[in-house]
Nanobody
Framework: QVQLVESGGGLVQAGGSLRLSCAAS????????MGWFRQAPGKTREMVAV???????NYRASAQGRATVSRDSAKNTVDLQMNSLKPEDTAVYYC?????????WGQGTQVTVSS
């Protein structure tokens, strides 16, 4: 069974940066895919950035160029560096992973970007 714990959320001003981390109970390199989704009030959950076992990344168009998803071997985490944050980035961010064919989600961490 996999446990995912997010951290790093908070309140930032527009144009600022934030780094989210997802700590996994399994070796992060054993996951088929890991990444970040977000859900804003009144909206559906949407993919922000994902990274495959092979290291291939995929970003939501609105996050492209502003977000970077990476894996930290030392900490066994999957991180999301977000720069040039906008108010529309405000949402609960969830860590996602697929491990041996099953999907797992973290509890989420709130990111609020003020204007």
């Amino acid at each position: 069974q996999v446990q995912l714990v997010e951290s790093g959320g908070g309140l930032v001003q527009a144009g600022g940066s934030l780094r989210l981390s997802c700590a996994a109970s399994k070796n992060i390199f054993s996951f088929n895919v890991m990444g970040w989704f977000r859900q804003a009030p009144g909206k559906t959950r949407e993919m922000v950035a994902v990274i495959t076992a092979g290291g291939t990344t995929n970003y939501r168009a609105s996050a492209q160029g502003r977000a970077t998803v990476s894996r930290d071997s030392a900490k066994n985490t999957v991180d999301l560096q977000m720069n040039s944050l906008k108010p529309e980035d405000t949402a609960v961010y969830y860590c996602f992973s697929n491990y041996q064919g099953s999907d797992y989600w973290g509890q989420g961490t709130q990111v609020t970007v003020s204007s």
